[in-house]
Antibody
Framework: EVRLLESGGGLVQPGGSLRLSCAAS????????MSWVRQVPGEGLEWVSV????????NYADSVKGRFTISRDNSKNTLFLQMNSLRAEDTAVYHC??????????????WGQGTMVTVSS | EIVLTQSPGTLSLSPGERVTLSCRAS???????LAWYQHKPGQAPRLLIY???SRATGIPDRFSGSGSGTDFTLTISRLEPEDFAVYYC?????????FGQGTRLEIK
């Protein structure tokens, strides 16, 4: 069974940092691009970042560029999101997602349940 | 950045009805990278349609997608009780990838 399990969320003060992890299982992690998508409670979905299978292609939403860094460890089947200079507007549930095919532009077929990040003093 | 505008914002319908949801892009989108998702509270989003018109694995054939360029639609031919949720379109043809603001389907 394909599974994605996020962790690392929590309460952090404005300006602080947090590192999210996404543990993948049930598929060949190193063969797939991976994404992060977030949802502010009560609002819509917002795409955050994508990384290709090898890590050679990375893109970010303008709202997080320069503050967030996506990375992956294919030897540990794990995706990361390093979040620095956090703002109140970064408060959201963060989901990692796997595309339906190995194409970094492909739609996300498998999603984790998400981890909640709260930025507040 | 490509802005996706979904309409209507909310629809109140009854089971058995047919519904068409709209997703309009601020500039042309590569149809290969236009997707539709269903999202229910407390659950992970569910991929319904990719490539504008291809159903994802396990998606019932009452769901269909169409469109090209700047106008895309998701049609549910006959609403089932489990279809009442929020629906999002997303484009991944041009970075930054973007979602529409969503259409909420409510039971009348």
């Amino acid at each position: 069974e394909v599974r994605l399990l996020e962790s690392g969320g929590g309460l952090v003060q404005p300006g602080g940092s947090l590192r999210l992890s996404c543990a993948a299982s049930g598929f060949t992690f190193s063969s797939y691009a991976m994404s992060w998508v977030r949802q502010v409670p009560g609002e819509g979905l917002e795409w955050v970042s994508v990384i290709s299978a090898s890590g050679g292609t990375i893109n970010y939403a303008d709202s997080v560029k320069g503050r967030f860094t996506i990375s992956r460890d294919n030897s540990k089947n794990t995706l990361f999101l390093q979040m620095n200079s956090l703002r109140a507007e970064d408060t959201a549930v963060y989901h990692c997602a796997k595309p339906h095919i190995n194409n970094w532009r492909a739609a996300s077929e498998i999603w984790g349940q998400g981890t909640m990040v709260t930025v507040s003093s | 950045e490509i802005v996706l505008t979904q309409s209507p914002g909310t629809l109140s319908l009854s089971p058995g009805e047919r519904v068409t949801l709209s997703c309009r892009a601020s500039q042309s989108v590569n149809s290969d990278y236009l997707a539709w998702y269903q999202h229910k509270p407390g659950q992970a989003p569910r991929l319904l349609i990719y490539g504008a018109s291809s159903r994802a694995t396990g998606i019932p054939d009452r769901f269909s997608g169409s469109g090209s360029g700047t106008d895309f639609t998701l049609t549910i031919s006959r609403l089932e009780p489990e279809d009442f949720a929020v629906y999002y379109c997303q484009q991944c043809g041009s970075s930054p990838f973007t979602f529409g603001q969503g259409t909420r389907l409510e039971i009348k």
